[in-house]
């Protein structure tokens, strides 16, 4: 499920947002620090700007080469990998001065070492902070949250069905007999190990086996459209994720209609990510958006644990229907979790 490597993910855009944020603060605290007399807002921002403009180029350089060298320092045993990121970004910092020094503006050999100091304490931060955030993701402490929260999903599942079968046996216990049948064999997935991933097509199988038990008891009120385009199914992906979508898109949207609805599941790929779209009709009344928000919460925090914050999950209203989006990375999971 995540990455053995202690070395920080530097393809993950969650890495790359919180070193650019912990840079920020330390040029934040060095115009503070050599903030001279009669200091005010003004002058802070403008030594601010101008020490940013000379930091901003190497440190996306730096930032730039150690997403390329990324591959082959996470092979590397953790110290020479550590050693690897200081020479690399010593040495390109170093470069990125020699190159302002000749083609900008000419520096004082006191300004390139405190370029270099400033570098080193750079990356000593960074990689600490990083290190941190790392240990309070680590893979015991993330699978035990994947557990709770999994745990969580199962119960409503589990209650539906059971209504849905409960609701067939005396008026037609040959359908309930069959929606039984599906029912344990639903449950022997759901209540596998799922703390890694599974296939795209075990989600699609798993939801396609929820509607028609949901069928049974809605009837003609329910109605669904699959819309596949080039679907990787061997994509994996985490459990439980389209799923919990349905019911809500059932729970919310459809059993409110007296005439019922339809609810529309489209799965495509979308640049480098993979789309999930569901929506459905607008409830006329919103005495259950209290359990539509425990889900999509739920499903959020999941998606934060397996890719941090290289997946989405948005939700709006268009055309009289509430639409669900999940955006998931199609590269490889070593690429896109944690650092």
């Given at each position: 499920?995540?990455?053995?490597?202690?070395?920080?993910?530097?393809?993950?855009?969650?890495?790359?947002?919180?070193?650019?944020?912990?840079?920020?603060?330390?040029?934040?605290?060095?115009?503070?620090?050599?903030?001279?007399s009669?200091?005010?807002?003004?002058?802070?921002?403008?030594?601010?700007?101008?020490?940013?403009?000379?930091?901003?180029?190497?440190?996306?350089?730096?930032?730039?080469?150690?997403?390329?060298?990324?591959?082959?320092?996470?092979?590397?045993?953790?110290?020479?990998?550590?050693?690897?990121?200081?020479?690399?970004?010593?040495?390109?910092t170093?470069?990125?001065?020699?190159?302002?020094?000749r083609?900008?503006?000419?520096?004082?050999?006191?300004?390139?070492w405190?370029?270099?100091?400033?570098?080193?304490?750079?990356?000593?931060?960074?990689?600490?902070?990083?290190?941190?955030?790392q240990?309070?993701?680590?893979?015991?402490?993330?699978?035990?949250?994947?557990?709770?929260?999994?745990?969580?999903?199962?119960?409503?599942?589990l209650?539906?069905?059971?209504?849905?079968a409960?609701?067939?046996?005396?008026?037609?216990?040959?359908?309930?007999?069959?929606?039984?049948e599906?029912?344990?064999?639903?449950?022997?997935?759901?209540?596998?190990?799922?703390?890694?991933?599974?296939?795209?097509?075990?989600?699609?199988?798993?939801?396609?086996?929820?509607?028609?038990?949901?069928?049974?008891?809605?009837?003609?009120?329910?109605?669904?459209?699959?819309?596949?385009?080039?679907?990787?199914t061997e994509?994996?992906?985490?459990?439980?994720?389209?799923?919990?979508?349905?019911?809500?898109?059932?729970?919310?949207?459809?059993?409110?209609?007296?005439?019922?609805?339809?609810?529309n599941?489209?799965?495509?790929?979308?640049?480098?990510?993979?789309?999930?779209r569901?929506?459905?009709?607008l409830?006329?009344?919103?005495?259950?958006?209290?359990?539509?928000?425990?889900?999509?919460?739920?499903?959020?925090?999941?998606?934060?644990l397996?890719?941090?914050?290289?997946?989405?999950?948005?939700?709006?209203?268009a055309?009289?229907?509430?639409?669900?989006?999940?955006?998931?990375p199609?590269?490889?999971?070593?690429?896109?979790?944690?650092?």
């Amino acid at each position: 499920m995540r990455k053995t490597s202690r070395i920080p993910n530097f393809r993950n855009l969650g890495i790359h947002l919180r070193v650019l944020l912990l840079h920020l603060c330390l040029l934040a605290f060095l115009t503070v620090y050599d903030g001279q007399s009669g200091w005010n807002v003004s002058l802070w921002l403008n030594d601010l700007a101008q020490i940013g403009s000379q930091w901003a180029p190497p440190l996306l350089i730096v930032m730039g080469a150690l997403t390329l060298a990324y591959p082959y320092l996470s092979r590397w045993p953790y110290r020479w990998a550590l050693a690897g990121i200081f020479l690399l970004a010593i040495s390109l910092t170093a470069f990125s001065a020699l190159a302002y020094h000749r083609w900008i503006t000419p520096l004082a050999t006191s300004q390139v070492w405190q370029l270099m100091l400033l570098c080193v304490a750079d990356v000593l931060v960074c990689l600490y902070y990083l290190d941190l955030l790392q240990r309070a993701y680590s893979p015991a402490i993330a699978e035990a949250r994947l557990q709770a929260l999994q745990a969580r999903i199962r119960p409503h599942f589990l209650f539906n069905s059971l209504n849905a079968a409960l609701s067939l046996i005396r008026s037609q216990p040959q359908r309930a007999e069959n929606a039984l049948e599906d029912m344990a064999e639903l449950f022997r997935v759901l209540m596998a190990d799922n703390r890694d991933l599974v296939p795209l097509s075990q989600e699609i199988a798993l939801c396609q086996q929820y509607l028609n038990i949901e069928k049974l008891r809605l009837d003609e009120r329910l109605q669904y459209d699959w819309q596949l385009y080039d679907v990787p199914t061997e994509m994996m992906i985490p459990p439980l994720i389209l799923q919990p979508l349905l019911e809500n898109a059932v729970y919310h949207g459809i059993e409110p209609q007296s005439q019922g609805g339809l609810i529309n599941i489209e799965i495509r790929p979308s640049g480098k990510s993979l789309l999930l779209r569901i929506s459905n009709p607008l409830s006329p009344r919103s005495d259950k958006s209290g359990g539509n928000k425990m889900a999509l919460k739920n499903i959020r925090e999941r998606l934060r644990l397996h890719y941090d914050l290289e997946a989405q999950l948005r939700q709006y209203e268009a055309d009289q229907r509430y639409i669900v989006e999940i955006l998931i990375p199609t590269r490889p999971m070593s690429e896109v979790v944690h650092g």
